[in-house]
């Protein structure tokens, strides 16, 4: 297991994700708005998260189930930072950042944090990598 290489695996997911967020935001939320447009954002945020671990899997090596889901637990734990800091940064209050997980509402974050944990699970199971 290579953690500075998962590490750099969440490196790429950061950029590919703020990338995909970008053009979210100036393409799909002024066609359908903020919300339906973050729903289908998750889903194709999803999509992106399991394809880099899909193709990287091999590369930074977790052996086992455990060390798949330490990976996911890093990446995740990683991410909240990050969105939490950058949320910060511009000015949004906390009941702003935390809007987007809150399901009652429509927020579906929780769903894609949950699939960041378990991706690299699935992207071993899907490259037949045998947990030891």
Known sequence: ?????????????????????????????????????HQIGVVIGSAIIFIIAWLCIRWFGPGSRWQQLQVG??????TLIFEFTLGYFFGYSLERILYDYNIAKGGVMVFGVLFMLFSPVLAAKVRWLNPT
């Open 1 to 37: 297991m290579n953690w500075k290489r998962a590490f750099y695996i969440w490196i790429l997911i950061a950029v590919a994700e703020s990338v995909h967020g970008t053009l979210r935001r100036l393409f799909l939320v002024p066609r359908i708005g903020e919300l339906l447009s």
């Open 73 to 78: 637990a890093l990446w995740v734990v990683l």
